[in-house]
C-alpha cells in the first residue's frame, strides 16, 4: 500500500468532516463568525476517529476502513435528510426505526469488505470522495469571498441623530416600557388562521386605558429588518436592499431610540442581546448560556445526533423566557431618573416549549406548524403573562408609558398537509398597542415605526412626521 493512498484516504475523511460546517459558514457569512466552523468541524472528526478505529480493528486495512468511515460520515451528516426520505415511504417510521436500519446496513457493509478484502477499487473511491469534498469547500469559499469582504468593511451606520427636545428643569418623564413580542398574531390573523376569539385581550387592554390599533401592518415578516426599523425611528432597511446580516447589525448599535431616550435623561434597561449600547449588548440577568450555540446547532441539525440538540437549547431558550418574564414585573416608579426598558420576548415564537398553562411541551411539538395546538398554546400562555405584567405595572406605575407590539404574525401556519397558508399581509398584521399615562392617542393603522415616532413627538414636544412605507 502507497504512503500516498493513506494520505489521501486520511485527508478525504477530513475534508468531509469539514464540509458541513464550512459550507454553512459560506451561506451564513453575514451572521456566523469564522470561529465558530471550528467546533463542530472538531466534533464530526471526533466520531469519524472513534468510527475509524473500531472499524479498523476488524478490517485491519487503512484504505478499507477509511472507506467505510466515509460513508458512516456521509450517512451521519445527512440523517435527517435521509430519515425524511424513509419517513415519506413509510408514514409511520420513527427515529429510532430509521437508525436500526441504517445501521443493519452499515454493518452489512463492513462486513462485505471484510470478506472481499481487495483495496482497489476503494482507493479508487476514497481518492473521489477527497476530489470532491475538496472540490466543494474551494468552490464555496471562492464563491464567499466578496461577502467576506463586505463583512469586513462593514461600519456602523448610525449617526447621533439630533432631536431638539424641549424639556424645561420642572420637566419629569414617565418611565417607559417596550415590550415586543415575537411572532405574536394580531387580533385579525389570529381569529382567521386559529379560529381563535382574543377579544378578551382586546377588553382588558382597553379597561387599562390602554389605546389598541386593530388594522397596524409591518413592511416586513422579517424579525431583524422590523426591529431594526423600530430602533432607528426610521425605515433604514428592507428586506430586498441586499444588505448582510452583519450589516444589519451595525444599524443596532447606539441606535437612534435608545440616544433619544439617554439625551432626555433616560437610564436605560436594555434585556435585548441583538442591541448594544455605550459598547454592550444587552443580557438577561441570571440567564443560562445555550448549550450548542447556533451555529454549532445549524450544522448538527441534519445529523443523527438532531434530537440531542433539540432537548437542550430548547430547555435553555424556556428556562430564559421565564427569567425575562419575572424581570418585566419589576417597575420603577420609585427611581430618581426615569427608566427605559427595552425587552425583545422570543414567544409566541418557535419552538413551542410552553403549553398554555405554561407546561413544557412534548420535543415532537417544539416546531409543529401543522397541530395549531402548538403555536397557540404558547399564545395563550404569553397573552396570560403579559396581562399580568401590564397590569402590574399600570397599578405601581400608572404615570408611566408603556408599548406592546409585534413584529409579526404567525407565518408559518401549515394545513394539514402541510402546506403553508397564510397570506402575506396577513402575516404583516401586528399587535399595537400603547398605554401613555392613561391618556387617549390616536394610533390607528400606524406601523411600528410611526407609532414610536408619534409617541415620541408627544412625549418629548418633537415634530416627527410619519414616515413613508412602502408595503
Known sequence: MKKSDIVISILSIILMCAFPAIFLYTRNVGEAELYEIFMPILVLLFIAAVVFIIIYLILRNVVNTTFCTLIFILIFSNFAIVE?????IFNNLKYWHVLEILLFIFINLVIFIYKKRSSNKLIQANKVFCIIFGGLIIFN???????????????????????????DEETTFPNFYYILLDEYSSFSSIKKYYSYDNSQFY????????????????????????????????????????????????YRENPPMFDLMFKNGYEINNYSNLVSWDGKYGSIPDSYDSVFGDFMKMVLDNTALYPLLVAKDEMVDRQNTLILLDCLKQTYESSVTPVFTYAHLAIPHAPFVFDEEGNMTNFSELNDWKNKSCYLGQYI????????????????????????????????????????????????????????????????????????????SRLFSLNLPEVEVNF
Not at 150 to 163: C, F, P, T, V, W
Request: aromatic letters at 6%.
Open 84 to 88: 425524511d426520505i424513509f419517513k415519506s
Open 141 to 167: 469559499l471562492i464563491l464567499a469571498i466578496p461577502n467576506i469582504v463586505k463583512k469586513l468593511g462593514a461600519e456602523s451606520n448610525n449617526a447621533s441623530i439630533e432631536y431638539i427636545t424641549q424639556k
Open 203 to 250: 377588553d382588558f387592554l382597553k379597561d387599562l386605558n390602554f389605546n389598541v390599533s386593530l388594522d397596524s401592518h409591518n413592511d416586513s415578516i422579517d424579525t431583524i429588518t422590523i426591529t431594526t426599523n423600530i430602533l432607528n425611528l426610521d425605515y433604514v432597511i428592507s428586506d430586498g436592499d441586499g444588505l448582510l446580516h452583519a450589516e444589519k447589525m451595525k
Open 381 to 456: 400562555f404569553t397573552t396570560n403573562r403579559i396581562e399580568e405584567i401590564v397590569r402590574n405595572i399600570v397599578t405601581k406605575d400608572p404615570d408611566s408609558i408603556i408599548v406592546l407590539q409585534s413584529d409579526h404574525s404567525a407565518r408559518w401556519t401549515q394545513d394539514e398537509n402541510g402546506n403553508e397558508i397564510v397570506l402575506n399581509e396577513d402575516a404583516r398584521s401586528v399587535l399595537n398597542a400603547v398605554y401613555y399615562r392613561g391618556e387617549e392617542l390616536d394610533i390607528d393603522g400606524l406601523t411600528n415605526v410611526n407609532t414610536m415616532r408619534c409617541i415620541f
